[in-house]
Nanobody, 121 residues
Framework: QVQLVESGGGLVQAGGSLRLSCAASGITFSVNVMGWFRQAPGKQRELVASITYIGSSNYADSVKGRFTVSRDNAKNTVYLQMNNLKPEDTAVYYC???????????????WGQGTQVTVSS
């Protein structure tokens, strides 16, 4: 069965950095496009970064130039390096698989527990 375990969140001041990790199991990780999502209180979950199995990446405009997604297929792990964090980045961050075109599936059967990122001003 699919298991996604996110870690690395925490409390940082604006301008600080964090590196998130997501360890995946139960999937053929190396062929999947993977994405990082976030959900702030009272808001819908949004996709912020994606990475193909060969390392091509895309970012939401709100994080472009500040966040970097990477993956280690040997470790079944995807990472999100977040620099110059802003209070509006405060959210629970999740990873999950994406469609081959890099867009979210219309429905997901499984989400991990996520990792909380809180950025103070």
């Amino acid at each position: 069965q699919v298991q996604l375990v996110e870690s690395g969140g925490g409390l940082v001041q604006a301008g600080g950095s964090l590196r998130l990790s997501c360890a995946a199991s139960g999937i053929t990780f190396s062929v999947n496009v993977m994405g990082w999502f976030r959900q702030a209180p009272g808001k819908q979950r949004e996709l912020v970064a994606s990475i193909t199995y060969i390392g091509s990446s895309n970012y939401a405009d709100s994080v472009k130039g500040r966040f970097t997604v990477s993956r280690d297929n040997a470790k079944n792990t995807v990472y999100l390096q977040m620099n110059n964090l802003k209070p509006e980045d405060t959210a629970v961050y999740y990873c999950n698989r994406l469609r081959p075109d890099g867009r979210p599936w219309s429905r997901y059967d499984y989400w991990g527990q996520g990792t909380q990122v809180t950025v103070s001003s």
